[in-house]
């Protein structure tokens, strides 16, 4: 009997224990939730905490309440002025309503896909009627405001609110750019060129300016020069002058014996002269008086 009633209790304990562990249920501060019943949906939690439900009849949907992100392909546009355009996009996306989020999407993956298409749309409409050059300076940022917002229209439907749209990376084909870069390298080495040239020419101009005026100090230095000798050639032949006439003979004995010092330097010096040569007229006579051819 008490194996019996002891049965019982542990069976209605257990059966309480799984109502409430079925009708209670927490909602994380990250997350809001969405009560369905049998697949209807019945009511939407966004404040975090403990909530009630009905046990085995409704069940919880939950959805990320932080915002969310998209990244989108790279897209070529044509911009207003036929300019072709690589962008490359993103979205930053939160879930706002989630009843109309479950009823129109019902997942983050299909809410992504919508709102690639949206972003793709948005962005042909908005660069499309701006030149190429309004997405490279200063009025991006006016163009993404605009975009944003054209996307956030379109998205209120999918319950959902756009937070923000950027620009990563706009920047022409590769075929586009790769003729871009071709010009821009024929450009710069013609500027090569012309630069090399003008170098060249001012080169030209300072050797010929310095030759010019290497020529004029030789010619002036030349000429100094030969002032300088011919003052000093007349110098030496006045001493030489007033050498001689102040003693003839020895005078003579001194270019005789500064004669002799160069022509016989070397041992193995040969001569070929005659006996009565003036060369030799000191060799017998330190007076240098003429010899007598007989003796």
């Known amino acids: 009997m008490n194996r019996r009633v002891l049965l019982i209790v542990g069976i209605v304990v257990l059966v309480l224990v799984i109502g409430v562990w079925q009708t209670l249920f927490t909602v994380h501060q990250t997350q809001q939730a969405l009560v369905l019943q049998f697949g209807d949906p019945k009511r939407a939690i966004k404040e975090p905490g403990l909530n009630v439900k009905l046990p085995f009849v409704q069940n919880i949907v939950y959805f990320d309440k932080r915002i969310l992100s998209y990244d989108g392909p790279a897209e070529e546009i044509i911009a207003a002025d036929q300019k072709r355009l690589v962008v490359d996009s993103f979205v930053r996306f939160q879930i706002d309503d989630p009843l109309k989020f479950f009823q129109s999407v019902g997942s983050e993956n299909i809410a992504r896909s919508r709102i690639g ?168 006579d330190m007076q240098g008086r003429d010899r007598d051819p007989a003796r």
Do not use: C, W
């Open 117 to 284: 298409s949206m972003l793709n749309s948005s962005l042909r409409a908005v660069l499309g009627e701006v030149p190429l050059s309004a997405v490279l300076t200063g009025e991006r940022a006016d163009l993404m405001r605009k975009i944003t917002e054209r996307v956030n229209i379109e998205a209120a439907n999918l319950g959902v609110v756009i937070t923000d749209v950027r620009i990563k990376r706009a920047d022409l084909p590769e075929a586009n750019s790769q003729a871009i870069y071709a010009r821009m390298k024929t450009e710069r080495e013609r500027e090569a060129r012309e630069f090399r040239a003008l170098g060249a020419e001012e080169a030209q101009r300072v050797r010929s300016r310095a030759d010019r005026e290497k020529r004029v100090l030789l010619a002036e230095a030349q000429k100094g020069a030969q002032i300088l000798r011919g003052h000093g050639d007349g110098e030496r032949n006045r001493i030489f002058a007033e050498a001689y006439g102040q003693d003839p003979e020895f005078f003579a004995f001194y270019r005789s014996m500064q004669a002799y010092s160069v022509a016989l330097t070397r041992e193995d010096t040969t001569m070929v002269l005659t006996p009565d040569s003036d060369f030799f007229r000191f060799f017998n």
